[in-house]
């Protein structure tokens, strides 16, 4: 109740800056949205939201850029929707009716399966990962003319925790071998 309070009495005169360390820590799931709304309220309202968390569910959904520091260091930086283009892996996850033996022969060359399963004998998923050059369209193409009946494509988009993880991995890798 008392952190209520606090955040309340912070934004009652709609700050202009506004630094918020953890602001969601210690609430339960219906106060964490009670606060995040008006964060959000605030950030329509023109306000400047500086927010220090370790929930990158909460970047994700508040921050429209971001800076990420490890040991003190800052090892990423830049728009939210930028960075999470920039981690994608062009994979796509493929719902799909047809033989998948004909779907795993057409990805053949350009195509990676990463994975499959399959619910029966005619409705299948598979998790593709599009190569080279290649775009989504040339795998539509290709999945088509071996007449796959597409039910549901979806691209597998990092997330920040994710994206995070794979940064300060990388990072304290090459930190270890300078």
């Not at 606090?6 to 606060?35: C, R, Y």
């Not at 007449?147 to 597998?156: A, D, S, T, Y």
Request: aromatic share 6%; charged share 25%; proline share 2%.
């Amino acid at each position: 109740m008392a952190q209520k309070v606090q955040f309340i009495t912070t934004v009652l005169h709609k700050p202009k800056i506004l630094i918020l360390d953890e602001p969601f820590s210690g609430f339960d799931p219906i106060n964490a949205n009670l606060i995040k709304s008006e964060i959000m309220k605030l950030k329509e309202e023109g306000a400047t939201i500086f927010l220090s968390t370790h929930n990158m569910g909460s970047v994700e959904e508040i921050c429209d850029n971001i800076a990420l520091i490890n040991s003190s260091k800052k090892v990423l930086d830049g728009k939210v929707a930028d960075i999470k283009k920039d981690f994608s892996k062009n994979m796509f996850d493929i719902d799909f009716k047809g033989n998948m033996i004909g779907f795993a022969n057409a990805l053949w060359t350009n195509y990676e399966l990463v994975d499959k399963q399959s619910f029966d004998n005619e409705n299948h998923r598979a998790t593709v990962k599009i190569l080279g050059d290649n775009t989504l369209n040339n795998l539509l193409s290709t999945l088509i003319a071996e007449n796959i009946e597409l039910k549901q494509i979806n691209e597998i988009i990092p997330t920040m925790s994710e994206i995070f993880i794979e940064v300060v991995n990388t990072n304290n890798e090459l930190n270890r071998k300078n």
